[in-house]
């Protein structure tokens, strides 16, 4: 996996492309969200978890975006740094810097966790 590879990653998210995203990760893959009630925030393990967990973000934010993303990798760790907006269908968005530290085994993603600038929500209109 180089740096190249999770820019096209970051391309397939903006494109709300999941079999381009999905292809980076191995099937035993553990993503942990920026949210969740535990203390690594929400929890999805495999393929198919992690799957419906990022084609959700594209549902409730159609708009769902990661600019500015660039990204190194050093053996088989890696950092990708970003910022995302999207629009929540109430009209409030979210613009905020985040990164994302995936540990990486032959070529795929194993481990994502995902970091993000916790932010009031922009009220719609503003």
Not at 86 to 102: H, V, W
Not at 106 to 114: C, F, H, L, P, S
Request: charged letters at 20%; aromatic letters at 12%.
């Amino acid at each position: 996996m180089t740096a190249d590879d999770l820019a096209s990653l970051f391309d397939a998210f903006n494109r709300h492309d999941i079999d381009g995203v999905m292809r980076f990760f191995a099937e035993s893959c553990v993503f942990n969200g920026v949210a969740g009630p535990e203390v690594h925030g929400a929890r999805f393990t495999g393929t198919e978890a992690i799957a419906n967990a990022f084609s959700g973000v594209w549902k409730a934010m159609p708009d769902a975006h990661w600019a500015h993303h660039s990204h190194f990798v050093h053996g088989d760790r890696a950092v990708s740094e970003w910022t995302f907006s999207g629009t929540n269908a109430d009209g409030s968005r979210i613009e905020a810097e985040g990164c994302d530290l995936f540990t990486l085994d032959a070529g795929k993603i194993v481990r994502k966790q995902a970091f993000r600038k916790n932010r009031p929500l922009i009220a719609a209109g503003a």
